[in-house]
Every structure is written in C-alpha cells, then in structure tokens.
C-alpha cells in the first residue's frame, strides 16, 4: 500500500506569517493529491487539491504545489490567520484507487 | 441537503458488545466510506462501497462488517466490541465522476 508521510506534526506561526506542510508519498502511480482542513470536533474537509497533470494550484489564500519526480507536495497558507487554526491532511489517492491519509498536521496561530 | 450524517454522536460500550454505527447521504453519492481516526495515526479506511449492494475491505477490516442496501445508507457493524476499537469513526461519501469526499461531524466510541 501507500506510505504517506507529513511534515511538520506541529507548526505554530504567528498571525499574518506563512505556513508550509509538506507530504511525502511513495506510490508513483498516485494521480490525485487532496488537502483536508480538520476542525475541533469535526470531520475532515477538502481545501485545495490538484491532479498529477498540474504542478500548481492557488486558491485565494492558499496553494499546492506538486513534484511528482521526487513524489511529494506541499500546502502553503499565506497571511495566515486565527481561523486557519486545524489539523491538517494530505491523501493522496494511489493506484488502488482509494486515498491514503497522512498523519496530519497541527497549525497553531497565534494572534 | 443534510449532507453526511451520522449518529450515535458518542457511545460507550462494554467489551463483547455489539452495536451498528449509521450512515446515511442524501447527495446521492455511488461512493461510501468508513474511515476510524485515532491519535497521531490520521485515518484508516476500514471498508468502502462503491455503489449499493457492492461492499469492500480497506486497510483495517478486521472486527467490522458493512452492508449497502440502499444508496443512502452504509451502516458499520462492530459483531463484538474489543477496547481496540476505541477510535472517532468518519463516514464519508462522494460521486464516482470526483474525488472529494464529504465527511460527515463522526461518532466517538469507547469500549471499556
């Protein structure tokens, strides 16, 4: 199966700094690569995502990127503020056709 | 539209117990999902289906048995609760054409 892994486990930056969570796969055939945001208490939610055909997607504040050659993408949060506060995953979908979670990621921003 | 919603919200169960988690979409979804998240370990598919009356086995099948009837509908199953299975279980579902899921808030379970 798919090996997923996340970096950083925890991040803290204060309000208006940029955040970087980076994530790591290893199965070449993953075509899909999500973004999900958990807030306290809730399920998970996609944010941004992008297909291997794309090395780029933005979305106001927020953006992926994808290296498919070293088979890792990253979620860059700029201006971040207080309601950026989460946990966050990757999961990149593989050749089995189902997506396989990260570890997640908490971002603490402090006002 | 509801979305994806799931009760009970919490359960606590003794071991050896057996209870069904419910699931149930009204996006008229062909994708359904049962996901458990714990601590530091992100989430684990435990079984999935692909349309009504097809059932699969995910990363975690063990302990768990699932039906799908209707489209709407994906219930879980624990035959005989273990305090293993102490986990926040995630249904989550989505169309065949895209990829994003849609979760629904999770049911907490305890088993003592």
């Known amino acids: 199966g798919e090996n997923v892994e996340q970096h950083p486990s925890t991040l803290s930056v204060q309000e208006g700094d940029s955040a970087v969570i980076k994530c790591t796969y290893s199965?070449?055939?993953?075509?899909?690569f999500p973004w999900y945001k958990q807030e306290l208490g809730k399920g998970p939610q996609l944010i941004i995502d992008?297909?291997?055909?794309?090395g780029e997607k933005k979305d106001q504040r927020i953006a992926v990127t994808l290296n498919k050659t070293a088979k890792h993408f990253s979620l860059h949060i700029t201006e971040t503020q207080p309601e950026d506060s989460a946990v966050y995953f990757c999961?990149?979908?593989?050749?089995?056709?189902?997506?396989?979670f990260g570890g997640g990621t908490r971002l603490m921003v402090k006002p | 539209n509801a979305g994806v919603t799931q009760t009970p919200k919490f359960q606590v169960l003794k071991t050896g117990q057996s209870m069904t988690l419910q699931c149930a979409q009204d996006?008229?979804?062909?994708?359904m999902s049962w996901y458990r998240q714990d601590p530091g370990m992100g989430l684990r598919l435990i079984h999935y289906?692909?349309?009504?009356?097809?059932?699969d086995q995910g990363e975690v099948p063990n302990g768990y048995n699932v039906s799908r009837s209707t489209t709407e509908d994906f219930p879980l199953r624990l035959l005989s609760a273990a305090p293993s299975q102490t986990s926040v279980y995630f249904c989550?579902?989505?169309?065949?054409?895209?990829?994003?899921?849609?979760f629904g808030p999770g049911t907490r379970l305890t088993v003592t």
């Open positions: 989550a579902s989505r169309t065949g054409l895209f990829y994003e899921q849609y």
């Open positions: 199965d070449s055939a993953s075509n899909y």
């Open positions: 992008i297909r291997s055909n794309v």
């Open positions: 999961a990149p979908r593989g050749a089995g056709n189902m997506l396989t």
């Open positions: 996006m008229n979804h062909e994708y």
């Open positions: 289906s692909v349309g009504a009356g097809i059932t």
